[in-house]
Structures are given as C-alpha cells and as structure tokens.
C-alpha cells in the first residue's frame, strides 16, 4: 500500500466501515472529506467530521504510518494546528499538535480484491497495466476522459510557445512565426528550425517577403547550408543576395552541423522544407492573423499548403539534381502542422486573450484530423483501442505517456474504474 492509495480511498470513502477512532474508541461519520490539497499543508481542507457526539470541521491529514507525521516535522510546523484528524494505514504512534493536543486518529482498510487490483497495476510490467480490464470499461467515461487528455496534451505542447512569447516579448506575430518555422521541422528538425527563426527577425525576413529569391537566400544563408563554393547559376545568385543582406541587417548563421539529413525520406530532408517555408512566407503576411480567421481545418490546410520554387522541382540539395517533382506540403504533413503547432498555438491564443471560441475552435480542428499512425496508437489498436480522429490520438498519447508508463494508474479514470468500478 502507498500514501497515494489512502488519499485515494479518503477522497471517494473506499475503505471498510464501521470507523472507530485510535484512542476512544469513539465511531467516526464522514460528513465531508475535505478538499485535495497539492500543496503545503495538510492532504484535505475543510473537512466535516463527526467522532461520537461531536461534530468537527478543519483538516485531515494522511499517512501510511503515524509515526510519520514526526518523520516529516509536522509536530513543528503550524500549519498542521488544525489538523481534526489523523488517517493513517497503521497506528504506530501518539500524535500531538504544537500544542500538546492529541490528534484523533483512524486506520482505514480497504477490500482485499479493490488492494490486489491495484498491487497488480502497481507491479506488472505490462506496456498497458491495466489491458486485462480495459475491454469492460465504459465508453462513455472513456470519451469523456480523452477530451481531458487531449486539453493536458495540448497545455504541455504550450510550454515552447510560452518561452518563445518571452523571448519576443509578448510578440505573438513574432512568436508563431517560430512555432510555424519549428513546425517544418517536423520531429528531426524542429529544433534547427526553431534556431534558424530565432536568428532571423520577422521583421527583416518582411522586409523582402516579395521576392522568394531574397526570402530564399535569408533562411538558406541563416541556416548555414549555402555551399561555399556555389557551381549553379541559381545557388551563386542566392549566395550574391545573401553576403549582401547578412552584411546590411548584421546576421549571423546558424551552425551547419545541427541539422539532420541521414536515413530521411528526399521530401522530408531540411532543405525541401527550408524552401517550402520560405515559399510561404513570400506569399503570405500576418500568418497569425488569417490563422485566427480560417473557420474549418480545411481552411488552415489552404492557407498553409504551400509549394517550391523551381529550382526545387529539380533539386533536393544543392547542385544535385533529380528527377522534377512536385514538393507541395501533403495532406499527411499539413495534418501533422495541424496538430503539432497550428491547435496549441490557436488554443493558447485564444485563451491569453480571453476568446474561448478560438480554443473551441482549436478542439474541433483537432476532431476534424485524422488520427495518427505512430507506435504508440499501433499499441492502443493492440488492445482494441481505435482513435477516431486527432483528438482521440493525441489523448492516447498523453494516456500512455503520462500515466500508464508513469504508473499514475490512481490519477486516470480507467485506472480509478479498474481499482473500483464505483469511482468515476
């Protein structure tokens, strides 16, 4: 048994009854077990009890053993003075307040069945702890927890445009122009890409927005992966414009070592992506603003479905050509631009500033996605669990990652169910 598993039987009143209080004797009534508290202090505010004859309202404080109340200086801190009474797994000890006041105390038991199903989930080394029990679990309580999961997913996923709003000073233009370039980057290269935005200002890159030429030039010179010695006529005038503008707006590059190009798909290499971002910066300004003002998903896709220039048809690299094709963003990475950057940049967007029908808006893209095909939704299928759209998807992902692998079995609600069936 862990302290976890008492908190978890006081709040939802689990544990075999009658009460009886350590010291009296006296029956114990839970008249309301207090509020959750995460931080300083006691486990539960406000609590009601009644022991025999009396009611008494305040704070109750929980632990395997009393004994640790002492082990965890309580008896010196007074924020535990008002604690009314003391729940613990085993009596080991008199406790008292500063005061002198002897704390009341109760063991809490539970069913024998209700602790070996959460030893079980506690112990096995299932990829899925509790995939035995899954299959009995109520859809409706698991619709209702993926859409919980999938705003969690979406608030971590907030955590760079956070710092990205810092480090530009509340710009949001500014700021989801790095998240648009990190995006490019895909899983491989988001981090060079977001380096690559940070050393090149909105406002320059703007500046020249009406040639992809120049706009070309910037990102590929800031990027460090214009050859030295250029033999193409193409390369040599990307290098002339950019010597010319690293100069004038006192740039300096990026290293050329931090980005990836081995074992990567031809259309997903950083310099296919390199020039489909600047083909759409050339074409489109305010990226945030006509974001705000596309109603469907669709909408998005369109205004972010963006080509090459023609250099790019022919290339992959560099002075290296192949084959012509066509390098538009497809719908399998606009999907992806969806959800990895687009919903977490409208959802924290809308909620910064007070418009919670761009976060509702944020949710719908989500559910009008697809969902994804990685190796955890492969896991999920395994157990015949099927995502239905992008919102399922990502709330699998946030499932699997933060409480199954974590074994936080007693915070999810179809870990609480398989535990005991009565907790929702």
Same mark, same amino acid.
């Given at each position: 048994?862990?302290?976890?598993?008492?908190?978890?039987?006081?709040?939802?009143?689990?544990?075999?009854?009658?009460?009886?209080?350590?010291?009296?004797?006296?029956?114990?009534?839970?008249?309301?077990?207090?509020?959750?508290?995460?931080?300083?202090? $006691?486990?539960?505010?406000?609590?009601?009890?009644?022991?025999?004859?009396?009611?008494?309202?305040?704070?109750?404080?929980?632990?395997?053993?009393?004994?640790?109340?002492?082990?965890?200086?309580?008896?010196?801190?007074?924020?535990?003075?008002?604690?009314?009474?003391?729940?613990?797994?085993?009596?080991?000890?008199?406790?008292?307040?500063?005061?002198?006041?002897?704390?009341?105390?109760?063991?809490?038991?539970?069913?024998?069945?209700?602790?070996?199903?959460?030893?079980?989930?506690?112990?096995?080394?299932?990829?899925?702890? /509790?995939?035995?029990? =899954?299959?009995?679990?109520?859809?409706?309580?698991?619709?209702?927890?993926?859409?919980?999961?999938?705003?969690?997913?979406?608030?971590?996923?907030?955590?760079?445009?956070?710092?990205?709003?810092?480090?530009?000073?509340?710009?949001?233009?500014?700021?989801?122009?790095?998240?648009?370039?990190?995006?490019?980057?895909?899983?491989?290269?988001?981090?060079?890409?977001?380096?690559?935005?940070?050393?090149?200002?909105?406002?320059?890159?703007?500046?020249?927005?009406?040639?992809?030429?120049?706009?070309?030039?910037?990102?590929?010179?800031?990027?460090?992966?214009? $050859?030295?010695?250029?033999?193409?006529?193409?390369?040599?005038?990307?290098?002339?414009?950019?010597?010319?503008?690293?100069?004038?707006?006192?740039?300096?590059? =990026?290293?050329?070592?931090?980005?990836?190009?081995?074992?990567?798909?031809?259309?997903?290499?950083?310099?296919?992506?390199?020039?489909?971002?600047?083909?759409?910066?050339?074409?489109?300004?305010?990226?945030?603003?006509?974001?705000?003002? /596309?109603?469907?998903?669709?909408?998005?896709?369109?205004?972010?479905?963006?080509?090459?220039?023609?250099?790019?048809?022919?290339?992959?690299?560099?002075?290296?050509?192949?084959?012509?094709?066509?390098?538009?963003?497809?719908?399998?990475?606009?999907?992806?631009?969806?959800?990895?950057?687009?919903?977490?940049?409208?959802?924290?967007?809308?909620?910064?500033?007070?418009?919670?029908?761009?976060?509702?808006?944020?949710?719908?893209?989500?559910?009008?996605?697809?969902?994804?095909?990685?190796?955890?939704?492969?896991?999920?299928?395994?157990?015949?669990?099927?995502?239905?759209?992008?919102?399922?998807?990502?709330?699998?992902?946030?499932?699997?990652?933060?409480? /199954?692998?974590?074994?936080?079995?007693?915070? /999810?609600?179809?870990?609480?169910?398989?535990?005991?069936?009565?907790?929702?």
């Amino acid at each position: 048994m862990t302290e976890d598993f008492l908190h978890f039987l006081w709040k939802n009143g689990l544990y075999s009854t009658p009460l009886t209080e350590c010291y009296s004797g006296s029956t114990i009534e839970v008249l309301n077990p207090g509020l959750h508290n995460r931080d300083q202090g $006691p486990d539960f505010f406000n609590a009601r009890i009644r022991i025999g004859d009396t009611v008494w309202a305040g704070n109750v404080e929980i632990h395997l053993r009393s004994s640790d109340w002492l082990r965890h200086r309580h008896h010196t801190d007074d924020h535990y003075n008002n604690v009314i009474l003391h729940v613990v797994g085993q009596n080991d000890a008199e406790i008292r307040d500063q005061n002198g006041r002897l704390i009341p105390a109760v063991e809490i038991r539970c069913p024998d069945d209700m602790l070996e199903r959460y030893q079980f989930l506690m112990t096995t080394d299932r990829w899925l702890p /509790c995939q035995s029990y =899954i299959a009995g679990i109520d859809p409706f309580v698991m619709q209702q927890w993926y859409e919980s999961l999938a705003v969690e997913r979406l608030e971590c996923k907030t955590t760079t445009i956070v710092e990205n709003l810092r480090l530009t000073q509340n710009n949001w233009e500014e700021s989801f122009y790095y998240t648009v370039a990190q995006s490019f980057g895909f899983k491989t290269n988001s981090q060079p890409f977001l380096m690559l935005a940070q050393s090149l200002p909105l406002n320059v890159i703007a500046h020249h927005k009406n040639s992809l030429t120049q706009v070309e030039a910037l990102l590929f010179g800031q990027a460090g992966l214009l $050859p030295a010695e250029p033999a193409d006529d193409y390369t040599q005038l990307l290098v002339r414009e950019y010597n010319h503008l690293k100069t004038k707006y006192k740039l300096e590059p =990026i290293e050329s070592h931090v980005w990836k190009f081995a074992r990567m798909r031809p259309g997903n290499l950083p310099t296919v992506r390199i020039a489909q971002l600047a083909s759409l910066i050339s074409k489109s300004s305010a990226l945030l603003s006509k974001m705000v003002e /596309c109603q469907t998903v669709d909408d998005v896709k369109r205004l972010f479905s963006t080509s090459v220039s023609e250099y790019w048809l022919t290339h992959y690299v560099f002075e290296k050509t192949s084959a012509r094709k066509d390098k538009n963003l497809g719908d399998s990475s606009l999907n992806l631009l969806v959800i990895n950057a687009f919903v977490p940049f409208m959802f924290h967007y809308g909620k910064n500033i007070g418009k919670p029908e761009l976060i509702a808006r944020a949710m719908q893209w989500l559910e009008d996605v697809p969902d994804e095909k990685n190796t955890i939704i492969s896991q999920w299928e395994k157990f015949g669990i099927k995502a239905k759209c992008a919102l399922e998807s990502q709330a699998l992902i946030q499932l699997a990652n933060c409480y /199954c692998h974590k074994k936080q079995c007693l915070k /999810c609600r179809i870990g609480r169910q398989v535990i005991s069936p009565v907790v929702r």
